[in-house]
């Protein structure tokens, strides 16, 4: 059976086009737009027309790659939407509209579900490791999802508004930010943190999502997204806190001109990305992290 799933997050729309097999993904397609639908629902709660436009145009198009590459395959679309629609006055304008012009009803999810889908889908792409302790980290443009289990036996979850499109727009006034935003950005993540997830020993740390791919794909030396060289890499704490350093004195257009392979889209929000995951690993004590290129697209199949 072949199924596409959609997460239309609050910085970025993913595609995702697999076969199902016993409970594995085979992965066929993958596509990435960064429509930013997100951009100042922290301070207005409202997604802004001209926002949901973006979103639909590449809702259509993905809907036209569909139909083009995989017109009589695909069983079934799926497609989610987390923390911007959650926290719009106006979602069901927007969940409207999508049905209206697409056909596709979203599946809105809740924080909690946002979580467990992105820890399923975080080992679905990773060997099994029937014992191990792990905590899953999806740091979306709204919000940031920690899943703490054994194996793939989800355990405990939480969703934290902090992500990084929400705390560009609350903590950076200017680019590059001063050193006082960054640092308020910073405590902020660690009381977070604090408030709403134990730390727990001996796990392992696994980060997802477009902050740590973008960032993992950029390490590793390659010229375009290729999933199968990401999954598993362990990323260090120090090459993180490198480009902390580099990026805060850039601006947006320069990041994204010197990285246009990852980071068209992301030159405003990438820092502030960057700077939650470099807190959550401190947060657990750990020096490096396993990079997962699942989540959502990927969970939300296996939940079929």
Do not use: C
């Not at 993904?25 to 951009?39: D, H, S, T, Y």
């Not at 990852?262 to 690993?281: D, S």
């Amino acid at each position: 059976m072949i199924s596409a799933s959609i997460d239309i997050g609050t910085n970025s729309v993913l595609l995702l086009v697999a076969g199902l097999d016993d409970n594995k993904i085979n992965v066929l397609k993958e596509m990435e737009a960064v429509p930013r639908l997100g951009k100042g629902v922290d301070e207005n709660r409202t997604l802004h027309p001209e926002s949901q436009q973006r979103v639909l145009d590449v809702l259509n198009r993905y809907k036209d790659f569909l139909t083009n590459n995989f017109p009589d395959s695909v069983d079934q679309t799926i497609v989610t939407a987390t923390s911007a629609v959650r926290d719009a006055s106006n979602r069901e304008e927007f969940l409207d509209r999508v049905k209206k012009e697409t056909g596709w009803k979203i599946r809105l999810l809740s924080g909690s579900e946002e979580a467990e889908t992105t820890f399923k889908g975080a080992l679905s792409v990773l060997p099994e490791q029937p014992n191990r302790r792990s905590v899953v980290f999806d740091i979306g443009g709204g919000s940031t999802e920690l899943a703490y289990g054994v194996g793939t036996s989800l355990k405990r979850s939480v969703s934290i508004d902090m992500g990084s499109v929400r705390f560009t727009e609350r903590f950076f006034e200017s680019y590059p930010p001063g050193n006082e935003s960054i640092q308020n950005l910073r405590n902020s993540v660690q009381q977070l943190l604090a408030d709403n997830f134990s730390v727990e020993e001996n796990i392992d740390l696994i980060g997802v999502a477009g902050t740590v791919t973008s960032l993992a794909a950029i390490y590793k030396g390659l010229n375009e997204y290729d999933s199968t060289k990401l999954n598993g890499i362990q990323l260090p704490q120090d090459v993180i806190k490198e480009y902390i350093s580099s990026f805060s004195d850039m601006l947006p257009a320069v990041i994204e001109s010197k990285y246009p392979a990852f980071l068209t889209g992301r030159g405003e929000v990438i820092l502030a990305g960057l700077l939650i995951m470099n807190e959550i690993i401190s947060y657990f004590g750990k020096r490096e992290i396993t990079v997962s290129t699942g989540g959502i697209r990927h969970g939300i199949l296996l939940s079929i």
